[in-house]
């Protein structure tokens, strides 16, 4: 075994899958990748979310794109901490920080409707108040 895939996290004992489902969650998984990858260029679309169910999904359909997500020099990172006790980087939080920002402002120049831009500020304040509560990785 090598060095690598020793590291690779545990992933919990399953039945096997079906080949339809395999499939399923392979596209599932790729889907959620490239919606991360643009997520990493577009302001205001996560990318770590997006990341953590591709890898989600091809733990169970694909362990070569598993490996490859997990050893990824850009989405590796997100992975192993959120692997490591739910740890999200604090170069994560405030860049999340100034985008949900950034997106409030938006919302409240616009014109759109006052409970609309209101209510989606509302919501990125519960999540950042719960982003900023998540554990820190060790430096």
């Not at 302001?43 to 999904?57: D, E, H, I, N, Q």
């Not at 794109?65 to 994560?92: C, D, E, K, Q």
């Amino acid at each position: 075994m090598t060095e690598q895939t020793e590291s690779l996290p545990p992933v919990p004992e399953q039945p096997p899958l079906p080949a339809l489902a395999r499939w399923l969650l392979f596209a599932f998984a790729l889907l959620c990748l490239a919606l991360g990858v643009i997520g990493v260029i577009v302001p205001g679309l996560p990318s770590t979310v997006f990341v953590l169910m591709a890898a989600w999904a091809a733990a169970r359909s694909s362990p070569r794109l598993y490996r490859w997500l997990w050893f990824h020099p850009l989405f590796g990172s997100m992975l192993r901490n959120w692997a490591n006790g739910g740890r999200v980087s604090r170069h994560a939080k405030w860049s999340a920080s100034v985008l949900m920002t950034l997106c409030a402002i938006i919302l409240l120049v616009i014109d759109t409707p006052r409970w609309a831009a209101y209510s989606g500020c509302g919501f990125m304040a519960c999540v950042l108040t719960w982003l900023w509560l998540r554990p820190e990785p060790e430096a």
